[in-house]
């Protein structure tokens, strides 16, 4: 069974963001990128099946620019054992990406997809679910344990939800997303890091996969959240309730 | 440019993602919950990454026989499963190549992806191309991405570049503000008084050396060298003769407990035929070379002096932009017996870099270089430039500001030192980059005559005595040592050096004290009142270091080691009131009340910057700064 993970090259989340002065983005020039941390994750679980032999191969993929490339280099260090670079330029929002995927699954035919649940730059949520949507496949949102049966084609995944653990049964070929609590990503070695250089990276285009990118989102201003003001020392009770009756309105 | 940069940062994950600092911020909860979950899954796959790719074959230059060409006598390397039966000094300074650990062979190992290391590597490579010959060469740096910890001023002096790469210009090397302007100034609280220049910055360029050195970086993978960051230099392996044989990287995925975790990667250790360090100011591995061998004694060279250096770059106002003017200044804030002093450089793109250097021998252990910093913003000869304008990126380093006096013998049986690890800044001139270069171009220049012809590497010695660096560094000898009489007698020493004797002074003042020796006890002293930060000029420390995008997986071993546990309590707060707690520019090191409301030393060793004033400053000497997990520490881009 191939598996197929989709990993987004982000800026790294150590760094501090600053917003480009004319409001149209994030300052990306100069800045460090990285893997997407719950990319990681997933590809992390993929490789664990792999090695526990319940797969076959696993295939990193990523869609963005020229750059990309360097992501799917580290997905491949870690252990991945082949890589597809859709390339394309300008913003791709998460219903192209899910068609582009769409387009690659056909092609490649896997048993099994993972994504991380987010990416950590615009924290959408909703590329996992609409490939699952697009392909008619059962998902397995926000998982924190996955445990694949071979024989049965199934897999159980343990999703975090807001009330607590919900235990799903997704029949194969499904979906996955991975939270945080899944696993703790390996370290590339540096042998590893050696023998990615030579593994193989196809390269697409959306035309090339017949899949127009367009979208109906244009991000119209980008903003930094408001300063957080300094605190008020009050001096009696009576002021308080001034103060959150006349100034919050909160009362 | 930009591709090589983040290709860079693939060997980092691991570190960030899955670290547990990242679990606890996204989390707000303890990791332990993440970690309790070993699976089938995950043993096997421990099992399988440790048994990957047993050794890599050997990559010896076929025909020579190691370290057969260099003394004329094999030496005998210890095998691998790690049976030495070395002395036990040997064993002690360097480590066999433990059982487990994977090895990878090169001809040349460097240490260290900066200027120096970059330039050596890039050198060979040439001498392999103009001799038809090919040698291996791989660069390992402990930063997530090459440049990461890279800060300096800088205005460049591009004679070594020129040397190296003369088509810097046309391979769209990123120097392009020449300097316009060179002002001097004399500060005292309220007033900026202008003096002569005694730079001569004519042909120099304001840029951002971080970079520049991942634009090196990218040369240097072009001509095939093998660059590694995110991988850190731990250790240096010897042979049975203790000649350096190369070194080995830090095991990755240990507990602060120093268990291993889910994800514990066993370090490589990476051979050379010759290993050059280049790991920059205060190396810990060139340090510990340099005690080993006895460097410093083998030249009667004096000790290393240091200043600490703490720098922002600002993004101002259009109209007060003026790129490639450069101004220094002396005096206020700091008083008459420390040395040191600011830096003002325009660079492009509305992009200012301001900061001020600080000599490590200051007495007064109240002082704080971080808080000295922000004094000085508010200058009113600085303020209107800086007013408007937001921090982009903030940083410190230390300088070595020993000249020729300190820079130890810079080889040793195995290898050599390079660029500010052996010390070349040009004091006088606050340069140190371009001799850097110079530096370690001429150490591969020796090396490939070693591990072709067989000569020995003293010739590194001998072709940097005789190049342009000693001459610059002879010349500049004088200048800081004046200071140590104080600052009048320093600006006048000075002045008879520059205007009387150009240079050719007969005599070689000499280096006071050792840095940390310089500190007086605290009660020779009183506290200083430092005002608050204003945030907008002056920041607190945490607001400064966020702008460094500094981290460290805080689930690893305190890379900063006390050699006594107790001694700061019992030393360094009694005698010097803590100045740990006050020379840190990254807020490390904290004096924190326990329960029984004793005050207890506390290291925040995630917040690191890897200055090395730590290392240097403490008075008895007690901390020592060891490398953490690669991939950790500061994230410089413009610095």
Known sequence: MKIMVAVKRVIDYAVKIRVKADKSGVETQNVKMSMNPFCEIALEEALRIKEAGLASEVVAVTMGPKQSIDTLRTGLAMGADRGIHVEATGDLFPLAVAKLFKALVEIEKPGLIILGKQAIDNDCNQTGQMVAGLLGWPQGTFASKVVLDKEKQEVMVDREVDGGLETLCLNLPAVITTDLRLNQPRYATLPNIMKAKSKPVKKYTPEELNVATNSDLEVVEVTEPPKRKAGVLVSSVDELIDKLKNEAHVI | ?639
């Not at chain 2, 001509?223 to 190369?246: M, Q």
């Not at chain 2, 001429?442 to 660096?469: C, I, K, M, P």
């Not at chain 2, 104080?486 to 050096?497: C, D, L, T």
Request: aromatic share 8%.
């Open chain 2, 1 to 639: 440019m930009n591709r090589l940069v983040s290709f860079r940062s693939k060997s980092r994950i691991g570190t960030t993602p899955c670290s547990s600092s990242f679990y606890a911020r996204l989390l707000g909860s303890s990791i332990d919950a993440s970690r309790t979950r070993s699976t089938a899954n995950a043993s096997d796959s421990l099992a399988t990454v440790s048994r990957c790719s047993s050794l890599v074959p050997a990559r010896t230059l076929t025909g020579s026989s190691l370290f057969g060409s260099r003394n004329g006598s094999s030496a005998r390397l210890s095998n691998l499963t790690g049976h030495g039966g070395s002395q036990g000094v040997a064993r002690r300074f360097c480590s066999d190549a433990a059982a487990e650990r994977e090895s990878m062979e090169y001809d040349v190992v460097i240490v260290g992806a900066g200027p120096a290391g970059l330039s050596a590597a890039i050198r060979l490579k040439q001498l392999c191309g103009e001799k038809g010959v090919d040698l291996s060469v791989c660069v390992v740096e402990k930063g997530a991405e090459v440049g990461a910890h890279i800060i300096s001023g800088n205005v460049f002096e591009p004679r070594a570049l020129d040397e190296l790469l003369p088509e810097w210009e046309k391979e769209e090397a990123p120097i392009s503000v020449s300097v316009s302007s060179d002002k001097f100034w004399f500060l005292t609280k309220d007033r900026a008084f202008s003096l002569p220049s005694p730079f001569d910055n004519k042909n120099n360029y304001v840029i951002s050396l971080s970079q520049l050195v991942r634009w090196m970086g990218s040369k240097a993978e072009e001509y095939g060298v093998e660059i590694y960051p995110g991988f850190a230099a731990s250790e240096i392996l010897c042979d049975d003769n203790g000649s350096v044989i190369g070194i080995g990287t830090n095991d990755m995925g240990v507990a602060k407990n120093g268990s291993k975790k889910e994800n514990f990667q066993r370090g490589v250790a990476l051979k050379g035929r010759v290993t050059l360090f280049a790991e920059g100011c205060r190396g810990s591995l060139s340090e510990k070379i340099i005690k080993k061998y006895h460097l410093r004694e083998k030249r009667n060279a004096q000790h290393q002096t240091y200043a600490l250096g703490i720098k922002e770059v600002w993004e101002i106002d259009e109209s007060k932009h003026q790129p490639g003017a450069v101004i220094h200044t002396l005096g206020w804030p700091l008083d008459q017996k420390t040395y040191g002093g600011s830096f003002l450089y325009h660079m492009s793109e509305r992009q200012v870099a301001i900061g001020l250097v600080v000599a490590l021998n200051y007495k007064n252990p109240y002082l704080s270089p971080y808080e000295e910093f922000q004094k000085l913003k508010h200058h009113p000869a600085i303020k209107p430039i800086l007013e408007d304008g937001t921090v982009i990126q903030y940083g410190a380093r230390t300088l070595n500001e020993g000249g020729i006096q300190s820079v130890p013998y810079p080889v040793f049986p195995g290898g050599a030192i390079i660029g500010c690890s052996a010390g070349f800044l040009n004091v006088p001139k606050i340069k140190g980059t371009h001799t850097a270069m110079k530096s370690g171009m001429l150490a591969a220049e020796a090396a490939f005559g070693t591990l072709l012809e067989g000569s020995n590497l003293d010739s590194y010695w001998t072709t940097l005595q005789n190049s342009w660096v000693w001459e610059e560094l002879h010349k500049a000898r004088n200048y800081r040592p004046a200071f140590d009489h104080g600052f009048i007698p320093g600006m006048a020493i000075s002045a008879v050096e520059h205007y009387l004797f150009r240079g050719k002074s007969p005599f070689t003042l000499k280096h006071g004290k050792p840095d940390h020796e310089a500190t007086n006890v605290a009660r020779s002293h009183s506290p200083i009142e430092y005002p608050k930060p204003d945030g907008v000029l002056s920041f607190d420390v945490p607001t400064s270091l966020h702008r460094s995008n500094t981290n460290h997986d805080h689930d690893q071993p305190a890379h900063l080691k006390l050699r006594d546990p107790e001694m700061p309590t019992q030393v360094n707060l009694p005698e010097y009131d803590g100045p740990e707690s006050r020379y840190c520019p990254a807020r490390v090191y904290e004096y924190v009340p326990e329960e029984s409301g004793q005050l207890k030393l506390q290291i925040n060793a995630q917040n690191c910057l890897h200055c090395k004033a730590c290392d240097i400053k403490d008075p008895k000497q007690n901390i020592e700064w060891t490398v953490p997990e690669g991939g950790g520490g500061p994230g410089y881009s413009v610095m």
